[in-house]
């Protein structure tokens, strides 16, 4: 195993930001201070606060891209181009990784050829408490082969997560339509597809401080968006009818859900022409994961 005190090699840690200066600039405080000392990219979305600006002064090791507009999670994918290590971590601009970890989630990744991710615990600043998602990924119900070295997956939170550069990329990274809001759960799927197994590694993680900079209204918008257009994109029939008709019925009665489905169902045309159902072990996974996504109490961004 590699020694966490020494430089690794690895990974590079891929962010997004726009228009969060100041939390950027802690998240990046903290990343130069990580005993793997890895490579980072950030992607500036089309900040127009002086982020980039602020970013190339006080962080100059940073390897800095400015597509100039907003691309959402595709600036991740912008950002896994320019990686040259076997693994890549995601963290958000108000998110950084505690000291040891990146080392540990590829000790996994080397130790386990099938793993495609690992996904850390998330502790909430400033008080240092564990994300009410947290206990979900410790109890998730989706089976795994027996040398899984943790809970198996359905999906991953990528600001928690490394994975493997190659897998990611083969996989076709975060699909440019939906932006952001759970738009880590058609990628998760499309990884299962190719074979890759997702796994939660409780001794790992990942510090986030929630920035006041976010329109909570429009990420749900996003994420009802989004949860319907996976379910139109990859399951079979009767499942995604089922997944249809329980999120009309469950999530609020506000204009916010009524132009989520709005969206959802001005884009059939292009969702019709890309579906591509899942093979039927992966769709059984998803099938055990619904009684849990109904109960929820964490990122729900359904309900």
């Not at 991740?76 to 290590?85: K, P």
């Not at 400033?126 to 027996?146: H, K, Q, Y």
């Not at 070295?149 to 600001?159: D, I, K, M, Q, R």
Request: with cysteine; proline share 8%.
């Amino acid at each position: 195993m590699t020694d966490s005190r020494t430089p690794d090699s690895r990974t590079t840690v891929v962010v997004i930001t726009h228009n969060r200066r100041a939390e950027l600039l802690r998240t990046l405080d903290h990343l130069a201070a990580l005993p793997e000392n890895p490579p980072v990219i950030v992607t500036d979305n089309g900040s127009t606060d002086g982020t980039a600006d602020a970013v190339a002064r006080r962080h100059s090791w940073v390897r800095l891209l400015r597509p100039g507009r907003n691309l959402g999670a595709v600036g991740r994918n912008l950002a896994v181009r320019q990686v040259d290590t076997p693994y890549v971590a995601f963290c958000d601009d108000d998110s950084w990784w505690a000291p040891g970890s990146l080392t540990g989630a590829a000790d996994l990744l080397d130790r386990y050829p099938a793993l495609g991710s690992v996904t850390a615990r998330i502790v909430v600043e400033p008080g240092g408490t564990d994300d009410p998602i947290v206990e979900e990924l410790r109890d998730s119900p989706v089976p795994g082969p027996a040398w899984l070295p943790g809970p198996a997956l359905g999906s991953f939170l990528a600001a928690a997560t490394v994975l493997r550069t190659g897998a990611f990329r083969a996989a076709g990274g975060f699909h440019p339509r939906l932006w952001l809001g759970g738009e880590e759960e058609l990628l998760a799927a499309d990884l299962a597809a190719d074979g890759w197994w997702l796994t939660y590694a409780d001794h790992l993680a990942v510090h986030h401080h929630p920035s006041v900079a976010r329109d909570a209204t429009l990420r749900r918008t996003h994420g009802i968006r989004n949860t319907l257009w996976f379910t139109w994109l990859r399951r079979p029939a009767g499942p995604a009818l089922r997944r249809t008709v329980a999120l009309a019925r469950t999530v609020p009665r506000d204009t916010a859900s009524l132009r989520a489905f709005t969206e959802a169902a001005a884009a059939l045309p292009w969702v019709l022409r890309e579906r591509r159902v899942l093979p039927r072990d992966v769709e059984s996974r998803l099938r055990t994961l619904e009684p849990a996504q109904r109960a929820s109490k964490a990122r729900r961004y359904t309900g």
